[in-house]
């Protein structure tokens, strides 16, 4: 079946270049040329068997790679970026994977645990926007006063960025568990920047360790940190359901 006519954006997301949102991101910023031509546009529509595409000055291959989607067990202090400039990647990770994968969201580079990277589109779309509220959990240590007022923050439709988060599912897993420090456990359905840190700011909590523990019913499960292994039909079929 041709592609003729393909958007820009949905042609680098297809392509494992970037998320739909993070390839229009590089449009915009002017990092794509089509035939040595700026194209800003996202949706600027393309033949991808004729047209030459760039991204960075690096070419992007015509024919689609295989699709993959791996889980890795995300270790702290790994960044979720194909650019080394902003310290040690997530991808460096990934020995012996061939295909141009990206992290599908983002856990920031001091949070840890499961974090899925893939070349499929239509999956990082459907694990990313908003819409299809996908649930996520995620395990808090925190300092601070955690009582019945920051539970009630903490579960309240917060404004962050000036957007009104969705209410979020908190629960104590260990109150004061080690050195005054309480384990939470939050339930999401969605990902707003650095979310769970800035809720729990709201509510006069410190943040000592994220992890994120679950993607619907996806876990890490015996992998260690920096680990990762490939998902199987069976769970990319859970994933899309």
């Known amino acids: 079946m041709s592609e003729e ?29 089509v035939n040595g031509e700026a194209i800003l546009e996202p949706g600027h529509r393309i033949d991808p068997q004729c047209d030459r595409v760039e991204v960075d000055g690096r070419p992007v291959p015509r024919a689609r790679e295989r699709l993959r989607t791996v889980l890795l067990n995300k270790p702290r202090g ?32 001091n949070s840890e645990g ?21 649930e996520k959990t995620y ?17 309240s439709r917060l404004v962050i960025d ?8 908190v629960e104590v897993l260990k109150p004061g568990a080690t050195a005054g420090r309480t384990v939470l456990q939050f339930v999401l359905r969605e990902g707003r920047n650095r979310q769970i ?18 993607i619907r019913s996806l876990a890490c499960g015996a992998l260690r940190p920096g680990e990762w292994r490939d998902l199987t039909p069976a769970e990319l079929r859970d994933l899309v359901r």
């Open 5 to 33: 006519g393909t958007r820009l954006q949905k042609f680098l997301a297809g392509r494992g270049v970037a998320s739909r949102r993070g390839a229009a991101e590089l449009v915009g910023a002017g990092r794509v040329r």
């Open 139 to 155: 395990r808090a240590t925190v300092s601070g006063a955690v009582g019945t007022p920051a539970l009630t923050i903490l579960r």
């Open 162 to 169: 000036g957007y009104r988060i969705r209410p979020a599912q």
């Open 197 to 214: 840190r800035r809720m729990c700011e709201a509510a006069g909590l410190t943040v000592h360790r994220l992890v994120r523990t679950r």
């Open 78 to 109: 790994c960044v979720c970026s194909a650019s080394e400039h902003d310290g040690r990647t997530v991808l460096s990770l990934l020995r012996g994977v061939q295909e141009r994968l990206v992290p599908v969201g983002r856990l920031d580079k």
């Open 114 to 134: 499961l974090l899925l990277l893939s070349n499929d589109g239509d999956l990082i779309l459907r694990l990313t926007h908003p819409r299809f509220e996908q």
